[in-house]
């Protein structure tokens, strides 16, 4: 397998624990280039660790990850070349304007024309009238566009966003998912996390859920669907939600007795 056809994101038997902490038990799970893979899990599951280690921010203590191509722990400033990640909490400078932070970024990475660059990120996340107005002004889902624009510059392959829209408006997630859909369009590989289950069904390709320290089930929304049997409703069959899906295999059970599955890396199903 060539360099190019490999995942963008591989990750073999991931382990880390923080003292006594099993956080990740052995994770595993791949991602297709130019495709958007959501990992989804509770309230300290261990997604924010997952991308730190994936983003070379912290070291596994055993397995393997390996981003466009290179291994986080051994390649660690090639990965960072080609990776950006948003946070779970926004990295923007409320001091500066929107277009400043932009122009700012662009300097720090030594690009040519940080001016030009700032404009036509502004245009895509239209941000274009708010460009020149302090973010101390921007509502949350405007810094949350600011912040995803920022970390596009320089065109990074691969994207972390650990929880884009936690905390955001109806509206404003819908806004972050349109530039989360672009982003996909233009052929960059997203890894999100989320614990919101239809953020995951509206954006990703593949979804994962992370339980326990490890990867419970890894497939596609139909896929995932078809774990459990449709309730019939009269005449009506219903499609079990992601939401279904989840509560069933996480709930109140204990994760440990046989929910691993894996179904296929494949299927690529039509959003
Ligand atoms: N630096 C640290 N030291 C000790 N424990 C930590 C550290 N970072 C995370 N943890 C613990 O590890 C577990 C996983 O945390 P993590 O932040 O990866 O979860 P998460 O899935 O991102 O959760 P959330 O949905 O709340 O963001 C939690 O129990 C957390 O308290
Ligand atoms: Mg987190």
Known sequence: MTAQHAPAIQVHGLEKSYKELRVLRGVDFDVARGSVFALLGSNGAGKTTAVKILSTL??????????????????????????????????????????????????????EDPGRIADDLLERF????????????????????LDIAMSLIGDPPVIFLDEPTTGLDPRARIEVWQAVRELAARGTTVLLTTQYLDEAEQLADRIAILHRGRIIVNGTLAELRRLLPPAEVEYVEKQPTLEDVFLTLVGDGDGENGHDRNLGTDAKEPR
Do not use: C, P, W
């Open 58 to 111: 912290l070291r596994a203590d055993a397995g393997t990850a390996r981003v466009n191509g290179f291994d986080v722990a051994a390649q660690a400033a090639d990965v960072r070349e080609s990776i950006s990640l948003t946070g779970q909490f926004a990295a923007v400078d409320e001091i500066l304007t929107g277009r400043e932070n932009l122009v700012l970024i662009a300097r720090l990475r030594h690009l």
């Open 126 to 145: 239209s941000l274009t009238e708010a460009g020149a107005r302090k973010v101390s002004t921007y509502s949350g889902g405007m810094r949350r566009r």
